[in-house]
DNA sequence: TACTTTTTTGCAATCGTTTGCAATTGTTGT
DNA sequence: ACAACAATTGCAAACGATTGCAAAAAAGTA
């Protein structure tokens, strides 16, 4: 690798020079610094971040943890926040977790060891434990919250956002509506669990606990607790399912399928996070969907700008809106109505 | 931070030892050890890697360079190279290019900075020229080959696969095959039409370069290419449609679904690359399946031993093997027999 | 011209590790 | 008890950059 001081050497002047050269142009002489740059370009010079980052004793690189890559949710995430740092000149370490709490302090031992100037993280559900092992470095949570005092986060609002699906339901004159959720150890699933609790309580129909199942996230979670709910009793069965997350809402909408039951007119669906599944499959799904890419290049810019502001700025918690996107997966109970023929396609 | 002299402080020993309990652990007496690693476990020490690196003049990362970190297939890659890159304890520096040379060009160049250890890359169309950048470094191509001679390379068998899916289509009657392929300064694209146009060969039909449209692998191409080759007056249109990617096979499905072509029944299509979204739009597709994830892993693995191994290895070019899957998306031509009654869903 | 001020440069220490070499300690054989 | 040897430890020099400080050069002033 060709170092500062071969650059040094072809332009005949100091180490030294030739780093401010390049970091601090203003404080060398126009002469020296035009051939100090022409040596470099000569070269092929590129400086070395290990030395500089040791030295400085600070990196120009961020750290980066999801849960799942797979899922577009937190590719479009990454992606956000990857544009973001790179705007501002930083290079991010990409870490999976799989939701596993253990993969995740792994992934974070080894991220201090290189020193990142901060990190981006959707928490796992036991990050409480595991961030102890980086007070220090600045954090920013996306999506959840670990519940970590004095941690900026960067969030959509899921109770509204579960309010509106919900509410929507309500109106099309549903009563009985079924709903599957998250693990609630992890907060968006307690937020959205909440909306749509909300929702009810604000049309005064009352909460009724066989209607609402657990589910770890997957798409088989969201299969099994579709099936599950679909084999109630028909009295009391739910004419309408409003599913948290989108791995979920797959595995729910291809129970329905497997299990012959016609979306809408058998049993409306509404799903939390759009993608392009939800908008192209048949039926095209009413869903509340996020600002994904937002989302993380928010988040993003927040870390950086706390990082030069320095600590004085508070720690905030910041909320984006979701929209409720209408396509065709729900109608009126009962099939009495099919809401098919009043929406177009799109 | 907590450093290696604190730890040697409160060890009562020299860093040295402590440097060599960690990683040289055979050559410090048993019960100094010891003493050690407690005082390392009690201070929370984590090696700080860029000192490191920059003593070893060799870190512990990986580039990885994809084009497009929201394409599931992309997504897919870059999992199964973080799998293996941390089963040997390597972290992965992401970068996205969205197709773009110049974003390359900077992804390299901040790579280049970073001291890696290696690099994987799904090469640009002008990679070849800018990895002229990183020459030293150990470069493994997935996916495709940036046709630099001497680099390694994990592709899947793209002439192979293009073949069985032309090959079937030719079987079901289809005479009037179109091709949406990608861009031919791409290997897959170049590799694709020349299965599609082997099977053409092999079964004796003329090649017709009205049926073959070129696309930019996105979604909009896609549904552009589809749109024209629709148009075209019918007896010149085709009863079948190859497409060569999994972006552009949505658009042209979608495309499809606008002019309200009915597959199979009017057209017969089938796409390379699978994904949930072939597999479960209505009809299912039939595709050419790639091992995604294998691949990445696999280039990750071969990467990591050329690695320690030397440089006596030969520069490899693995290829993988595509499966045909069939689906509910082909049937004989002209809709004279209905494909889909003797078929089941899934 | 001689002195002050400003600009430009270089010296050398430093960041936190690793590692060749030498010094120290411990072990063994006689 | 003492040499010979092995095992364990520490010293100090790297790795490639940055930066406080002081020296040198250039510019300004009287």
Redesign the pocket.
Known sequence: ????????KLA?????????????P????????KRILQAAQELG????Q???S????SSQTLGLIITDILNPFHATLAKGVQDAAEKHNYTVFLFNTDEDPEKERRALNVLRGHQPRGLLIVPSPQAKENLKLVTKLPIVELDRTSGTPGIRTVMVDNVGGARKAVQHLIDLGHRRIGMIVGRLDISTAVERLQGYREALQAAGIPYDETLVLLGNHREADGREAAKALLSLPSDKRPTALFVGNNEMTVGAVLALREMGIRIPQELSVVGFDDSRWAATIEPALTVVAQPTYELGFLACETLLSSLSRGQDTLPTSIRLDTSFILRESTAPPGGRKNGLKKRRRN
Do not use: G, I
Request: aromatic share 2%; glycine share 0%; net charge positive.
């Open positions: 690798m060709v170092s500062l001081d071969d650059v040094a005949q002047v100091s180490p030294a020079t030739v780093s401010r050269a390049l970091s601090r203003e404080m060398v002489a126009e002469a020296t610094r010079y590129q400086p070395n290990l030395a500089r040791l030295r400085q004793r």
